[in-house]
């Protein structure tokens, strides 16, 4: 008995030892890879829930007595395990708190084999946007689904990462009448006792996780033409547009762009496009802009429901989008990238690849200007102190949430334009061609990118060296310049250091291998030249002798600031104007980067405004508003704000009032964005009295409610509307408002319930500011619409006093009403703008308490506390003397 009593205490403290392991942290281990997935689904889209079985057959690596996976609020109700001799064995499930982690224990330790592990589960949908999802459109409910990044497991159990690459088998039991759609064609339909049906689907090719899809609903499925076959693919690819019910004619606009995209894609990489068909789908409610699904790309409705009353904005989204989407089927979808610390393989490929499909496709959309406004906004994120990595080390769930920013995104782009530039556009796509098909349906790292791209431009160590020196550190270089000339001929003296703006604390002392370009002029003609600069100081020799002046980043095209000499900046601004659109943008950051450092005034930037508004390009003549608006907000008192609005005024009114305020029959789309471009700034950025009595009288007659109850939306322009009742709510107050949520209870068009519910977020009004923020957050509103509201409440310096105040109270509430995604942002939404290093303090201490329990939060308001105090030392820097002689001097507009 006390052997027997020795024994049974041993095997519980092995088991009890067994149970104390940790559980992992990041990737998880390597003791099993999943080969196959057999997944059946039971989906009802009127139930709270759905329930589900998944056979999940894999390898185990080693001997081993459990296994870790991942799965997140679900109920398993019956769990086992079958060896490569087709035994069962006893397994029990064990969820690790909500982890999204969960334990399989074996009963027994089993040798390194081939199993088939089985679960039954059920759960409730989704209530965030995540996972398996429910959304209700004209009161009829859908199920979407978003996976991405670390979703999946909230739908079924497995190994959600992106380095297990497995086909699926996927079977759906849905409801008679119910639409089903997936990444891979249906191949059978069987009608069930019970009048349901059980739909199969093809299998699919290795995917990871998150980019399996599926949506049920009474859906409107519209055949487009299919994609016709091409040099790369021998078959002809179906083309479907999916939309809520009722929508499907709005869909025609989106397909047939499609067939263009998919084919300049192809030509470009060499390879076809691999999933059989494609549909895209417009989702009633989503937290992304889309999700590239292969296969099955869901969109946000308002990107592929397009009419006639689309504002332009929406419909050159609507294809820059799709390209973004359809490039990700072969970045991302093909080839993977292992862990998301290199996330922006997908993503930044994706952008830049968006922009080369629209520039080639669409030349009028200007998307050569869009990849440098996405560059330079990249480029004001990255240089604050707390900036992560492009490839920055993944250890959590927060993390992962967090990589999905303007640095994976514009950063990652302006780079790969800039060393595309530097290659050569051949060369750079010789490299891509070769790591497409070296790594197709696998994984592949940014080690593996760099050399096929070095491979294919017979390219030394140095290559490797620079891009990493981008992508595996913070930050974005200085490159300062000095132009010095003596007996004909021309040197720039060159220097780098981390760029950070006034009041930093960051240390400067980096280096980055900058594949530096710069333009030259002399009498007229132009010259370009580059070099690799690496070294901390260098010297490059000009050809041609002394220039008039130079550009030390010829079109655009690097991923770095810039600040020259005094007299070299002066011969620059007077040149300004004979720059080409790409140059004024990189101008316009040269002034806006100076003024942030503390090196151009206030007075300069607003002469460069006037520079630069002569432009006739929209891009170009707004480049510096922003800054503008700041000057105005943070340094003008009343006398210097009425002088900036009557400048601003002289610089835009006449082109605002010679476009009219009014569509005009056969006008571009540069014309309509251009008119809806210059009534914001004029009417709610400088708060012009003849713009916003324009405005107001076409809000006016929107809330002339017809004979139904309905707003007039069409008495407006469309392309102004976000303006037209903006200005409508801060001028018309309750009435307003009470007419905007009578709609909004009615209305199901996307875009018009987006443009009204940040509408309704403009009101400076305190009473009914209280009222439209607990609107956020009911259940009037859509989870996808509470952080916009929010936002644009933030914006108006008049609302973030009330506003901070509420979100204390109601953090719990807004948490819960928006997606995961946005939560690690929330510590920035509700610091925009502030300018008070004692808002920080109130900032971190909230955030420091209990709010530090939501995911990301950290390194958010790590983001925010820096931002706040940097814009408080810029306050300090900048002072209001230059604005003060600016006064005095009372410019004329150019």
């Excluded at 789908?281 to 296969?295: K, T, V």
């Excluded at 943070?634 to 210097?640: F, I, M, V």
Aim: aromatic share 8%; glycine share 8%; hydrophobic share 45%.
């Amino acid at each position: 008995m006390g052997r027997l009593r020795y024994l049974l205490t041993a095997l519980f403290l092995v088991a009890g030892l067994a149970q104390a392991e940790p559980a992992p942290l990041g990737q998880l281990p390597d003791t099993a890879q999943p080969l196959h997935y057999h997944l059946q689904l039971r989906v009802d889209p009127a139930a709270k829930g759905f329930s589900g079985t998944v056979e999940i057959r894999l390898r185990l690596n080693q001997a081993a007595d459990h296994l870790w996976l991942h799965a997140q609020s679900l109920q398993v109700d019956k769990v086992g395990l079958r060896d490569a001799q087709k035994r069962s064995h006893p397994v029990r499930f064990a969820p690790h708190g909500d982890s999204g982690l969960a334990r399989i224990d074996f009963g027994s330790t089993l040798p390194a084999q081939e199993v088939l592990l089985s679960l039954e589960y059920r759960a409730e949908y989704n209530s965030q946007l995540e996972g398996l999802y429910k959304t209700v459109r004209a009161g009829k409910p859908y199920i979407v689904t978003q996976m991405e990044p670390i979703s999946a497991r909230r739908a079924f159990p497995g190994f959600d990462e992106p380095r297990f690459k497995t086909s699926f088998d996927l079977q759906l039991d849905v409801p008679a009448g119910a639409q089903a759609v997936t990444n891979t064609a249906q191949t059978e339909e069987k009608t069930l006792p019970d009048g349901w049906r059980r739909l199969r689907f093809r299998t699919t090719p290795k995917l990871p996780t998150y980019l399996i899809a599926l949506a049920v609903g009474p859906w409107d499925i519209v055949e487009g033409k299919p994609i016709a076959p091409t040099r790369w693919r021998e078959q002809a690819i179906p083309l479907r547009g999916i939309a809520p019910a009722g929508e499907g004619a709005r869909l025609k606009e989106a397909l047939e762009a499609t067939p263009a995209i998919v084919t300049a894609l192809e030509d470009y990489f060499g390879y076809p496009y691999s999933f059989g068909k494609l549909d895209l789908l417009a989702a009633p409610d989503f937290s992304a802009g889309a999700m590239e699904n292969p296969g099955l790309v869901i969109f946000r409705e308002a990107l592929l429901l397009l009419d006639a009353n689309t504002p332009a904005y929406l419909r050159q989204a609507s294809f820059e989008v799709n390209a973004h989407e359809l490039a990700h089927q072969w970045f991302g979808d093909t080839v993977t990238m292992p862990w998301w610390n290199d996330l922006w393989l997908n993503e930044a490929f994706a952008s830049w690849m968006e922009g080369r499909i629209t520039e080639n496709l669409r030349p009028a959309q200007r998307a050569d200007l869009r990849r440098i406004q996405g560059a330079q906004k990249a480029m004001a994120a990255d240089s604050l102190a707390s900036a992560r990595r492009v490839r920055q080390p993944i250890g959590d769930n927060g993390d992962i949430e967090g990589a999905f920013d303007s640095l994976t995104y514009g950063k990652g782009a302006a780079v790969l334009g800039m060393f595309e530039a530097w290659l050569g556009e051949n060369v750079f796509r010789n490299g891509m061609r070769q790591y497409m098909k070296k790594h197709a349906f696998a994984s592949a790292t940014s080690d593996d990118l760099i050399d096929a791209l070095a491979e294919a431009a017979d390219k030394d160590q140095r290559l490797g060296k620079a891009m990493r020196s981008f992508l595996d550190q913070p930050g974005v270089p200085l490159v300062s310049s000095e132009l010095q000339c003596s007996d004909g001929k021309a040197t720039l003296k060159l220097s780098q250091q981390r760029y950070f703006p006034a009041g930093s604390q960051g240390d400067a002392q980096q280096r980055w291998g900058i594949p530096f370009c710069v333009r030259t002029s002399k009498a007229g003609v132009a010259a370009t030249q580059c070099q690799l600069v690496d070294a901390a100081t260098s010297t490059l020799a000009l050809d041609g002798g002394c220039p008039d002046w130079y550009l030390p980043n010829a079109q655009a095209r690097g991923y770095y600031r810039v600040t020259l000499a005094a007299r070299d900046m002066a011969a620059l601004t007077q040149a300004a104007a004979t720059l080409d659109d790409r140059e004024q943008l990189a101008f316009a950051d040269a002034v806006k980067s100076g003024f942030e450092r503390g090196d151009v005034d206030a007075a300069t930037l607003l002469a460069a405004l006037g520079q630069l508004a002569r432009s006739p390009t929209r891009e170009v003549a707004l480049a510096l508003q922003e800054e503008l608006v700041w000057i105005r907000r943070n340094l003008a008192g009343a006398a210097a704000r009425r002088a900036i609005d009557d400048y601003v005024a002289q610089l835009y009114l006449p082109r605002l009032e010679q476009l009219g305020y009014l569509r005009r029959t056969g006008e571009s789309e540069d014309d309509a964005l251009t008119r809806a471009a210059l009534a914001e700034l004029l009417g709610r950025k400088v708060d012009n009295v003849k713009v916003r009595a324009a405005l107001l009288e076409q809000g006016k007659a929107v809330l002339a409610v017809d004979g139904n109850g309905r707003l007039r939306f069409g008495a407006a322009n469309y392309d102004m509307l976000g303006t037209v009742l903006a200005v409508t709510v801060q001028e018309r107050g309750a009435a307003a408002i009470d007419a905007l949520i009578a709609e909004l209870a009615r209305n199901n068009d996307a875009s018009l319930r987006t443009t009204m519910i940040m509408a309704m977020g403009a009101t400076t009004d305190a009473q009914q500011g209280e009222r439209v923020r607990e609107f956020a957050i009911s259940d009037a509103a859509k989870i996808s619409e509470t952080g916009r509201l929010l936002g644009i409440q933030q914006y108006e310096p008049r609302n973030r006093a009330a506003l901070w105040t509420w979100f204390q109270r109601r953090y719990a509430q807004v948490v819960a009403h928006t997606p995961v995604f946005l939560h690690g942002n929330l510590p920035e939404l509700v610091s925009e703008g502030w300018c008070d290093e004692g808002q920080a303090k109130k900032v971190a201490e909230f955030f420091g308490r209990d709010a530090a329990k939501v995911s990301g939060t950290a390194q958010g308001l790590q983001r925010a506390d820096e931002a706040i105090r940097l814009c408080a030392a810029r306050k300090q820097t900048q002072g209001t003397q230059s604005l003060q002689r600016w006064l005095q001097a009372r410019p004329a507009a150019p």
